[in-house]
């Protein structure tokens, strides 16, 4: 078939855009993890808990009944991507769990203030197998003899001997009395630790014992709301306990004032020990919601946290000694850290946030699966105006983002001959070749309700100085082997399909009708090698655009990368008339849809609309009539669609670039 004088044109009109990877600023949300966590009836949820299985896999517990839409009581496990582990089911019946661990063995532990009564009766502490099923584990830490239905387990730690230590409100374990804090042995109460501490509720009536540091010496710090009997004046909310549980009289700080709560603990390579909370003062110094203990439990004065308006919740060391905080809303030293924040060792603010805005709520859980990730799960519907209910997954940078690629670009319109056939452009950058399949589609798109379809499409793809490559018609009858290992056979045999490893440049797809036939047909190129160090960089398609369902339709899927990619979309009329194109398209109009359908941007006239952005990025149309639309877009499917304004008809062009 010969092909169209004025094809050439349309690889003049592309040219390549290389891409480079964009670096994450320290506490960008991660765009690639998301997950749905709601409470009974899609309620907001609260996540209490966050922990990392080696295989990368998530735990989370809280107040929540529902992930993905699916029912998981109080504790589920997620996907690396934030998807619900279809493999776990949690075996509660009540959603109020406020601790997890793992074992050496991969068991989870889990606790908080429920009920299980098969297969046998567990309260507030119960030891998980991997698809969430119960073990045997704990069967005998129950105390039937007195009522331990309000007991809660708000933290677990293990030791390096994989003794179990759980703190929280409680009285009784195993019938025994032990009050706010137990060391379990192979699945038994350690009665060695027994109540030696003495806890006991402090002057509101509360007893709970919410963080638990532990030592190299065997040294246990706790935190909390607590009073001891053991010392004069009386340690409240924060203490240090010796390896058998009694109150370690050398160590010099008696805690925090009423009401003051010490919520999380972390445990310094020097063994100073980091305390944070609701306090104001603790062992008697002025120390607003953190504080550096040194090991014999003085202040260390030299690092005091000042102004500190959030209560922090949370608290995990980072690599050089960096203070990850999990807190309420507020200011730290006069910077906004709504959520989340990070401190240097000198307790100096560290540029560490999720701008902008930080989080929409409260953090009470962190993670830390790699040295570049960091997960916050609490109470907030978004992340600096992500949505991410109640669980987010934040890039500590410098973290490489790679922005989306095109992954699947595709026009649709009526087919008709001579000039006015379906021209489609690419651009293949990079540095090695490109693996593509390339469809000319007809027949199947008439279940589609696309009325006359092109019924015999013919497919042709040409180089950048006109040279035919290669031309199929019915893609059985060459390569039918290698198309079909794709996935991607045409679903009519008179359809067309070539695949083709080419190099970078630019190259035509042109699709007619078989012996001069018209209608409508669709054009796509599929990369088929995404890791391959090369890319589909733009697209550029040209044919003639008349009413109705025969406008053009132009597609086009983003993926492979993280974040947004910037893309300049153009409708081109007036000015490919000084190509040689004939009848061009007077005034064009532009729309971008979502894969919903849902429009989200629409254009006439470029410079009404985006001038000066549109200008900066080099590519503005020629003409003032021709229509033009920059916007980020997420991983996923697009259409552009092209028409003429107040019902026009024409030859008209539509573009995708993808900028730096």
């Known amino acids: 078939m010969p092909r169209p004088k004025t094809a050439l044109p349309l690889a003049v009109l592309l040219f390549a855009i290389l891409l480079q990877p964009l670096l994450a600023a320290p506490g960008d949300v991660d765009p690639t993890f ?18 990392v299985q080696s295989d990368g896999k998530i735990l989370i517990a809280g107040n929540f009944y529902n992930v993905d839409g699916v029912e998981s009581i109080g504790v589920a496990r997620l996907n690396q991507d934030g998807s619900r582990d279809a493999s776990f089911t949690s075996p509660l019946s009540t959603p109020t769990v406020f601790a997890l661990a793992i074992t050496a063995s991969g068991k989870i532990l889990v606790g908080g203030n429920f009920f299980l009564a098969s297969p046998t009766i567990r309260r507030f502490l119960v030891e998980l197998n991997d698809d969430g099923s119960v073990s045997d584990t704990f069967a005998n830490l129950d105390s039937p003899n007195f009522d331990t239905s309000s007991h809660i387990v708000l933290s677990i730690v293990i ?22 804090l137990a060391r379990i042995s192979a699945g038994s109460l350690d009665t060695a630790l027994g109540t030696a501490a003495g806890l006991q509720n402090d002057t509101t009536g509360i007893l709970a014992v919410r963080a638990i540091a532990l030592q190299t010496d065997g040294g246990i710090v706790i935190g909390g709301q607590f009073l001891t009997n053991q010392t004069t004046p009386q340690t409240k909310n924060f203490a240090r306990l010796n390896a058998n549980g009694t109150i370690d009289t050398t160590f010099d700080n008696h805690g925090t004032p009423n009401l003051e709560v010490v919520y999380a603990l972390a445990i310094e390579e020097d063994e100073q020990i980091l305390a944070a909370g609701s306090f104001d003062t603790i062992g008697g110094v002025i120390s607003p919601r953190l504080a550096r203990v040194n090991p014999d439990g003085s202040i260390d004065q030299n690092h005091v946290a ?30 906004e850290r709504n959520g989340v924040a990070r401190l240097n060792p ?37 992340v600096a105006g992500l949505a991410r209910p109640a669980i987010a997954r934040l890039l500590d940078g410098p973290v490489v983002v790679t922005p989306p690629q095109f992954l699947n670009l595709s026009t649709r319109l009526r087919v008709q001959t001579g000039d006015k056939v379906l021209i489609g452009g690419f651009i293949v950058t990079g540095n090695t070749s490109k693996k593509v399949i390339l469809r000319a589609i007809g027949p199947s798109l008439g279940p589609f309700g696309v009325t006359d379809a092109l019924a015999n499409p013919v497919l042709a793809l040409h180089a950048a100085d006109g040279s035919l490559i290669t031309i199929n018609d019915d893609w059985k009858s060459t390569q039918q082997t290698e198309i079909e290992a794709t996935g991607l056979a045409p679903q009519n045999d008179l359809e067309s399909a070539i695949v083709a490893t080419l190099a970078p440049a630019a190259y035509t797809a042109i699709v007619s ?15 088929l090698d995404t890791a391959a160090d090369a890319e589909l960089a733009n697209l550029s398609t040209r044919g003639f655009v008349e009413t109705g369902d025969n406008i053009m339709i132009g597609g086009f899927i983003l993926g492979n990368g993280t974040g947004d990619s910037d893309v300049v979309i153009r409708a081109i009329g007036p000015s490919l008339t000084p ?14 849809r979502d894969a919903n359908g849902a429009l989200l941007a629409t254009n ?17 149309p020629s ?3 021709e229509s033009a639309i920059l916007r980020p877009f997420a991983p996923g499917a697009y259409t552009a669609l092209v028409a003429g304004q107040n019902g026009d008809t024409g030859v008209a062009l539509v573009e995708l670039y993808r900028l730096p």
């Open 579 to 592: 190509f040689g194109v004939a009848d061009a398209l007077a005034d064009p109009t532009l729309e971008i």
């Open 346 to 382: 000198d307790f100096s603010l560290d540029p560490f946030y999720p701008s902008p805005g930080g989080v929409n709520g409260e953090v009470h859980a962190l993670a830390l699966p790699a040295d570049d990730e960091v997960l916050i799960g609490g109470r907030f519907p978004t």
């Open 604 to 620: 006439d006239n470029w410079k009404d609309t985006q001038q000066s952005e549109i200008a900066a990025t080099g590519l503005a």
């Open 306 to 335: 000042i102004n500190i308006q959030a209560v922090p919740f949370a608290l995990r060391l980072q690599p050089g000694g960096k203070i990850l905080l999990g807190q309420t809303s507020g200011e730290i030293n006069g910077q």
């Open 623 to 625: 003409d003032d009539l």
């Open 513 to 527: 009708g078989q012996n001069a036939s018209s209608g409508v047909g669709l054009v796509e190129v599929y990369d």
């Open 34 to 51: 998301s997950a749905d966590v709601t409470d009974f009836g899609g309620g907001p949820a609260t996540i209490e808990a966050v922990a």
């Open 159 to 180: 030791d390096s001997d994989g003794k179990i230590l759980i703190g929280g409100s409680f009285y009784f374990v195993a019938n025994v009395p032990v009050a706010g």
